[in-house]
């Protein structure tokens, strides 16, 4: 079936304007996940969603950066004025709690440049 | 806190020798433990985990065991091949923690013919 998938695959922007990120999760995955792999930090989580539950934004790393997730589905994930300290490929993961493996399914990022 | 530590890259052998990829962890309680790989141009794969203390995860003639006594979850291949060059992360989930991995920093592995 299909997997995680995430658009645009790439990004290049110029500091201080906006962007969007989408992650589109594996149907009938409740939890959502977002993480941010950069050369200095590593993998960083971000933010995660669990149905209807108030989300864990403890990773975001400043208030620039928000995330919603629609109708339990796709979740969009917002830099406001952006910083060349963003560059960042930024992931996206879905898995099925309550099946018992909480496996995290990854998509292929997308790669930010913040110039 | 959670922490993940791994052994610095790149590790380069040649085809058919024996890979260790140390991974040691800091955590309270009894966390699960996991190796994902991402190999090039493509995203983060499940390569095993282990839930508890002394499981041995495997996969594709990888192995890694959960040792609590040294909180080690080192990953071991028996015969490596060019194809396995990727960069192999460690992580963790901490314990009741279903909403985020810890990853350690990656180690990227190189093997040659």
């Known amino acids: 079936g299909a997997g995680v998938s995430q658009s645009p695959s790439n990004k290049v922007t110029e500091k201080g304007k906006d962007v969007e990120l989408r992650c589109d999760p594996i149907?009938?995955?409740?939890?959502l996940y977002w993480y941010r792999q950069s050369l200095g930090q590593g993998l960083e989580f971000l933010i995660y969603?669990?149905?209807?539950?108030?989300?864990?934004k403890s990773g975001l790393p400043s208030d620039r950066f928000s995330a919603e997730r629609t109708g339990g589905s796709v979740s969009t994930l917002t830099i406001q004025r952006t910083q060349q300290e963003d560059s960042a490929v930024y992931l996206c993961?879905?898995?099925?709690?309550?099946?018992?493996?909480?496996?995290?399914?990854f998509g292929p990022g997308t790669r930010l440049t913040v110039t | 806190g959670n922490s993940v530590t791994q052994m610095e890259g790149p590790v380069t052998l040649s085809e058919e020798a024996f890979l260790t990829i140390n991974c040691t962890y800091t955590?309270?309680?009894?966390?699960?433990l996991f190796w994902y790989v991402q190999y090039p141009g493509e995203g983060l794969q499940l390569l095993l985990k282990?839930?508890?203390?002394?499981d041995k995860g495997s996969n594709k003639g990888f192995e890694a065991t959960y040792r609590k006594e040294t909180t080690s979850f080192h990953l071991e291949k028996g015969s490596v091949q060019v194809s396995d060059s990727a960069v192999y992360f460690c992580?963790?989930?901490?314990?009741?923690?279903?909403?985020?991995?810890?990853f350690g920093a990656g180690t990227r592995l190189a093997v040659h013919p």
């Open positions: 993961a879905s898995s099925a709690p309550g099946q018992g493996s909480y496996e995290q399914y």
């Open positions: 149907s009938g995955h409740t939890a």
């Open positions: 969603f669990q149905g209807n539950s108030a989300p864990d």
């Open positions: 955590a309270t309680g009894y966390p699960s």
């Open positions: 282990a839930t508890k203390a002394d």
């Open positions: 992580a963790l989930r901490p314990t009741g923690g279903y909403n985020k991995l810890i």
